[in-house]
């Protein structure tokens, strides 16, 4: 019976210490989830402001150079 017990003991252990791993990784993608969104709202609040774009318009881009 004691024997059966610490057996018990040893798995709860294991399982405490898995529990303990994934609360870890939910707790930092839950971060970066909050980073990323907080990106994407700026880029769409700057998109929607027609602010400053990566992109050239159409008139201000150069020729390739085989032209």
Known sequence: MQ???TD??????HL???????NEVVFRQQRSI???E????????QVRAGGDSLL???EEEEPPPHY
Do not use: M
């Not at 018990?8 to 252990?13: G, Q, T």
């Not at 405490?16 to 994934?22: C, D, H």
């Not at 907080?38 to 609040?45: I, S, V």
């Open 3 to 5: 024997e059966r017990l």
């Open 8 to 13: 018990l003991e040893i798995h709860i252990a």
């Open 16 to 22: 405490e210490r898995t529990v303990q791993e994934l």
């Open 34 to 36: 909050d980073r990323l």
């Open 38 to 45: 907080g990106e994407l709202k700026g880029l769409r609040e």
């Open 56 to 58: 050239k318009k159409p």
